[in-house]
């Protein structure tokens, strides 16, 4: 592992609140591809903050997609329906093409 870290992407930072949705990443070299992003993530419900959590997640997956990274995987618990918007933000992300991919009015 190259580097590993970890931020919130709720508004709640609180350790104590079910709420709070705090995201690990590592980086980790794969012999033949090179560094591989690695991001765990436990996000809300959409009515419970999903369209901000993943904005920043994916906003924070991005800046990271730099230099030698041949790949970023978004792991985890999404907690979206198949075929729902949260569904279709999260197939829809490509961390290569932006480093900010939102830039509507998503809070």
């Known amino acids: 592992m190259l580097k590993h870290t970890s931020k919130y992407v709720s508004t709640s930072h609180d350790p104590y609140s079910i709420h709070s949705r705090k995201v690990v990443m590592a980086q980790v070299h ?18 419970d903050g999903f369209p901000g959590q993943f ?10 997609q730099i230099g030698d990274v041949g ?3 978004l792991c985890g618990d999404f907690n979206i329906a198949a075929g729902s ?6 197939i829809n992300f490509n961390p290569a093409e932006s480093a900010r991919p939102f830039r509507g009015a998503l809070s």
């Open 71 to 73: 790949g970023t995987l």
């Open 30 to 47: 794969v012999p033949y591809m090179g560094f591989i992003n690695f991001f765990s993530a436990h996000l809300s419900w959409w009515d």
């Open 85 to 90: 918007e949260g569904y279709n933000l999260v």
């Open 55 to 64: 904005k920043r997640l994916s906003n924070w997956a991005a800046d990271n």
